[in-house]
């Protein structure tokens, strides 16, 4: 593909030529605020889908998952997120220091519709709602604190064209690499074998969760 075949899009202008501007009711949807009903969905989230960037716009997806209810929602406009031990990268983490933006997307099992909160995250080590976030007695050593500035629902289309909680339609997992063949490849490892890669990661998903 030749660069001189990629048209651009470059002004909110030449957007708004190709996708209309969306009714009024469509921007209204952000209450800004934790009603009721976000409350019910936070809680019975047990993934939601961390967004952050640094200053120059290096971006970065993280996924938090925990039991359902763990995400704490401390007022209308707070929620906390705990930390639990991963790869040590805490990408997102030094992210939010530079840059507090953040975006959320809570999900729940089987429900196509989805809870979209952004606000402005403080990352903190110790507060009196740690131990709130304690899972089998583990409390984190690091959470995100949420201010949340908009808050609206994210209709089902993106989640029904790609039949996501249709198990009929998921691949066979034998067919598809594991992760150990993944990063031996990937990173050139020649020391161990992608077998002995996937049991290193394997005992520690079972016994370094939280």
């Known amino acids: 593909m030749h660069p001189s075949e990629i048209r651009a899009v470059r002004t909110e202008a030449e957007l708004r030529e190709i996708v209309q501007e969306p009714s009024q009711i469509i921007w209204d949807k952000d209450i800004a605020r934790i009603d009721a009903h976000a409350r019910t969905l936070i809680a019975h989230s047990p993934l939601v889908l961390l967004a952050t960037s640094n200053p120059d716009g ?30 040590h990268r805490v990408d997102s983490f030094r992210n939010v220091l ?25 990352l903190v080590s110790d507060a009196p709602f740690f131990d ?27 989640f029904l064209r ?23 490849d990937q990173i050139g490892i020649k020391d161990f074998s992608a077998e002995q890669i996937d049991e290193d990661l394997d005992r520690d998903a079972a016994t370094n969760r939280y």
């Not at 997806?61 to 930390?83: E, N, Q, T, W, Y």
């Not at 996501?164 to 150990?180: N, Q, V």
Request: charged share 25%; with cysteine; proline share 9%.
């Open 58 to 87: 290096t971006c970065d997806v993280s996924p938090k998952g925990d039991p359902a209810g763990s995400v704490l929602v401390l007022d209308d406009h707070r929620l906390a997120i705990a930390d639990r031990p991963g790869n």
């Open 98 to 122: 530079r840059n507090p933006g953040v975006g959320l997307l809570f999900i729940v099992p089987g429900m196509n519709e989805t809870l979209r909160v952004n606000g402005r995250a403080t």
């Open 162 to 184: 790609s039949s996501l909680w249709r198990p009929d339609t998921w691949p066979d997992r034998a067919s598809l690499p594991t992760l150990g063949r993944i990063v031996k």
């Open 132 to 158: 709130d976030l304690a899972v089998k007695g583990r409390r984190p050593r690091l959470a995100l604190l949420v201010d949340v500035e908009e808050l609206y629902m994210h209709c089902a289309k993106a």
